[in-house]
């Protein structure tokens, strides 16, 4: 069966230190793939996308590898910041169903501390 | 990028009774989509709002207990129809400009039902 997994424990980390997040999947084959940032009480905020043929895609302190032989993806903001703090997801897109709705993890939440 | 509004951002039902939620878009959008998000689970989609027609539902949901309107390329409702308690959860809208672009989320409504 198809699965997106993301670590369901939170992760703690100081301030200053660079946060990486996981992203494993199991049978999809997604064209590409996207992470957001959902703070409590809000709707997902789009962060960045990367593509199949793409390694790895930055945005300021955020930068998201893709490994699609490994069938997993990185998500690592340096410096970190008590303000990053937040739940961080993850979404697919596999358009070999015929459809570019992305599939999306549960999300690992992100606690970074002072 | 668009701006989302849902409404309510919160209620408390009756069991038994029904709720529309809208969802308001201050441009045009080409496609909008119900989730729902139960706590600490993924975001699970219910289905394509389409604009002239009948939604596209996913598996598990249906037209009876989900109705959904899209009248126009800016707007959508979700009923969510004869409510239990299992029906306690985050309902998000999002819009997608264009296809394989990201999603944009509303806030979401916070339903309880007792």
């Known amino acids: 069966s198809q699965k997106i997994e993301q670590n369901s424990e939170a992760l703690n980390i100081q301030e200053g230190k660079t946060a990486t997040l996981t992203c494993n999947y199991t049978?999809?084959?997604?064209?590409?793939l996207q992470w957001y940032r959902q703070d409590p009480g809000r709707g997902p905020v789009f962060l960045l996308l990367?593509?199949?043929?793409?390694k790895e895609k930055r945005k300021e302190r955020l930068k998201v590898t893709f490994d699609t032989t490994l069938k997993q993806s990185l998500f690592h903001i340096t410096a970190s910041q008590p303000a990053d703090s937040a739940t961080y997801l993850c979404?697919?897109?596999?358009?070999?169903?015929?459809?570019?709705?992305?599939?999306f993890g549960r999300g690992t939440s992100l606690i970074v501390h002072p | 990028s668009a701006v989302i509004s849902q409404k309510p951002s919160r209620d408390i039902c009756q069991r038994g009774t029904s709720l529309t939620i809208q969802c308001q878009v201050d441009?045009?959008?080409?496609?909008m989509f119900w989730y729902r998000q139960q706590p600490g689970q993924s975001l699970t989609l219910i289905a394509t709002?389409?604009?002239?027609?009948?939604?596209?539902?996913e598996s598990g949901f249906v037209i009876d207990k989900f109705p959904i309107s899209r009248p126009n390329l800016t707007f959508s409702t979700l009923t969510v129809s004869n409510m239990s308690p299992e029906d306690s959860s985050i309902y998000l809208c999002?819009?997608?400009?264009?296809?394989?672009?990201?999603?944009?989320f509303g806030d979401g409504t916070r339903l309880s039902i007792l």
């Open positions: 999002s819009v997608v400009q264009g296809g394989g672009e990201p999603q944009h």
């Open positions: 049978n999809y084959s997604p064209a590409y």
């Open positions: 990367i593509r199949e043929n793409e």
């Open positions: 979404a697919l897109v596999d358009p070999s169903g015929g459809s570019y709705i992305p599939t």
């Open positions: 441009s045009q959008v080409t496609m």
């Open positions: 709002a389409n604009q002239g027609s009948e939604a596209t539902y």
